[in-house]
């Protein structure tokens, strides 16, 4: 498959199963035995279905999430994203009861696709402003403001 035509399979990944909560389409979009080399915050599920089932869980907690992306780049079978997660804070997450409030983080997150489906990714994301977002860590002026 072209670079173009597998950045076409990520957006779909980011617009159908992340934003509107589509994971039947997972079954076209990503192999079965999906390899996610997360970070420490989302963890990293192994397996089409149990991200299936997180995805899930994310959007009954997390509602109205949506990623917004920035950048998409592409080469060979990798496909390179930079974007910014809005959702709003429903219900427990990490210990916080739902507030109703809006969160939003940066990420990236580079995708290895075979034969035309998602095989692997690896992402990060700004995990620590999500905490900040949250009461769960100081501010970055707090933290300065200790630091002298």
Known sequence: MSSEDNKQVVRRFY????????????????????????EALFGSPRGRETLRQSIGAVHGILPGLYVS???IIAEGDLVGVRGT???RHGG?????????????WEGIAIFRLAAGRIAERWFNSDS???FRQLGLAPSGAAVASELG
């Not at 076209?28 to 997360?38: T, W």
């Not at 009861?97 to 939003?104: N, P, R, V, W, Y």
């Open 15 to 38: 617009d159908e199963v992340m934003g509107a909560g589509r994971v039947e389409v997972l079954d076209e979009v990503m192999v079965e035995d999906f390899i996610d080399h997360g």
């Open 69 to 71: 992306l920035h950048e």
């Open 85 to 87: 997660m809005r959702c």
């Open 92 to 104: 427990n997450f990490l210990g916080v009861a739902g507030t109703g409030h809006e969160l939003s």
């Open 128 to 130: 620590i402003s999500i």
